[in-house]
């Protein structure tokens, strides 16, 4: 297949489409090309580079990607399929959801499908796309937006957020119309399915809404990949191998054997290890960890300074119920998120050391190889992983588009 990737972050969709699982090690799948890839983070084009230097990175806006450049780079031969989903943090239920500029580049995705005319699109993006809606906001009398401030009651730092005046319609719906008729002579079947990772041999319950566009004049039904039929794998499983780590320490040698055939797909030809280090915490962060056990989080640590057993100093004032948590050894992950190594964020604790996870072990519980290399500080890396689809889901989803385009061109669609 000749493929596009955009909005492609370090590249965990390439990696699906780039390799394949033979004989429990990653090999290259010498039946797709990867024509060019776009993304605008300069730390996550970085590290798609690293990791796929035979495939052109272009470094930019995909709001500056002319018809003229992206003509030039496929050339004559046809595209079978685009990849990618746009940056998920306006659509996501975490946080402040802000409809601002990152809302409507899926746009940017509908222009591209429209000089490209791929066959097909895999589209990827949070479960919160389902419910974004169009959000209309108050403008001042220069025509810009009013915003309304709130003050965080541990640190005393003010937030602001703009002032909602209505609603529009979904998003999702919005993608669904657009991309089923993008002119009169083009149109796309959609089908959209939410798949979790864990279904596909990744150790992590990642939920994400996946949409598949098959170009209407093919007429070829498609199918979902089948889940695995083996035990879902935990975050035991995934890390157990890696080193101890203590605050302020990087390991950069493995001292332990792997134990399972997962953690030897991921160390396959590794020597060493990178981004497997810990921060060092200060006395509340230090306390809550210590304090906190397998599946509790913030409310079970509260409820200790309730009962008297922890000091009312360490009192946590603000966060989620689940943030502050300590994963469960014999559980999948919950979603890895771009704050994975911060105590503080969702559950991402390990399960018996007391700090949070390190990079590496992120991007092991993501499927990310060993040797896969991140680009940047701290903060870089965490997003790249946490943003992330996690290679062995992709390779899943490859496989089974393969297997659709083959059968269309068995049954002679072009």
């Known amino acids: 297949m000749r493929v596009i990737d955009l909005f492609s972050g370090a590249g965990g969709l390439t990696f699906g489409f780039y390799y394949r699982i033979k004989s429990n090690r990653f090999v290259r799948n010498r039946k797709n090309v990867i024509i060019f890839a776009n993304e605008y983070d300069f730390h996550a084009s970085k590290a798609y580079t690293k990791n796929f230097p035979d495939i052109v990175m272009l470094n930019q806006d995909v709001r500056s990607l002319s018809s003229e450049q992206i003509r030039a780079f496929i050339g004559n031969e046809p595209i079978d399929l685009i990849i990618g989903g746009p940056p998920c943090q306006a659509y996501s239920t975490i946080g402040q959801r802000i409809f601002d500029e990152r809302a409507v580049l899926y746009q940017e995705y509908l222009r591209i499908l429209n000089i490209v005319r791929p066959k097909m699109f895999l589209f990827e993006n949070v479960k919160g796309i389902l419910s974004m809606r169009e959000v209309f906001y108050k403008k001042s009398s220069d025509g810009g937006v009013e915003y309304q401030y709130t003050q965080n009651k541990e640190t005393g730092r003010r937030r602001k957020k703009p002032i909602v005046e209505g609603y529009g319609r979904r998003i999702i719906d919005i993608i669904e119309e657009a991309f089923s008729n993008i002119d009169q002579n083009l149109g796309y079947t959609i089908k959209k399915e939410v798949l979790n990772s864990v279904d596909y041999g990744v150790p992590e319950n990642r939920e994400r809404v996946f949409i598949i566009g098959i170009r209407n004049d093919l007429h070829i039904d498609w199918e979902w990949?089948?889940?695995?039929?083996?035990?879902?794998?935990?975050?035991?499983?995934?890390?157990?191998?890696?080193?101890?780590?203590?605050?302020?320490?990087?390991?950069?040698?493995?001292?332990?054997?792997?134990?399972?055939?997962?953690?030897?797909?991921?160390?396959?030809?590794?020597?060493?290890?990178?981004?497997?280090?810990?921060?060092?915490?200060?006395?509340?962060?230090?306390?809550?960890?210590?304090?906190?056990?397998?599946?509790?989080?913030?409310?079970?640590?509260?409820?200790?300074?309730?009962?008297?057993?922890?000091?009312?100093?360490?009192?946590?004032?603000?966060?989620?119920?689940?943030t502050y948590g300590r994963l469960v050894e014999d559980q999948p992950c919950p979603t890895i998120t771009n704050n994975l190594s911060t105590p503080s964020s969702l559950r991402c604790i390990h399960y018996n050391q007391d700090r949070a996870l390190t990079p590496r072990e992120g991007a092991r519980i993501q499927s990310f190889p060993d040797w896969f290399q991140f680009d940047g500080f701290k903060e870089n890396v965490t997003t790249q992983i946490g943003n992330a689809v996690p290679p062995i889901m992709a390779i899943a989803l490859c496989k089974k588009i393969e297997s659709i385009l083959k059968r269309g061109e068995r049954n002679g669609n072009e």
């Open 225 to 322: 990949p089948s889940k695995t039929k083996s035990l879902p794998l935990s975050v035991k499983d995934a890390i157990s191998d890696l080193p101890p780590v203590k605050e302020g320490q990087e390991i950069v040698k493995y001292t332990l054997a792997p134990c399972n055939d997962y953690q030897r797909l991921m160390r396959y030809n590794s020597e060493s290890l990178t981004q497997h280090y810990c921060g060092i915490y200060g006395k509340k962060i230090r306390t809550v960890i210590k304090n906190v056990k397998q599946g509790q989080g913030k409310e079970d640590f509260n409820r200790l300074v309730n009962n008297g057993i922890v000091s009312k100093e360490f009192e946590l004032t603000s966060g989620y119920p689940n």
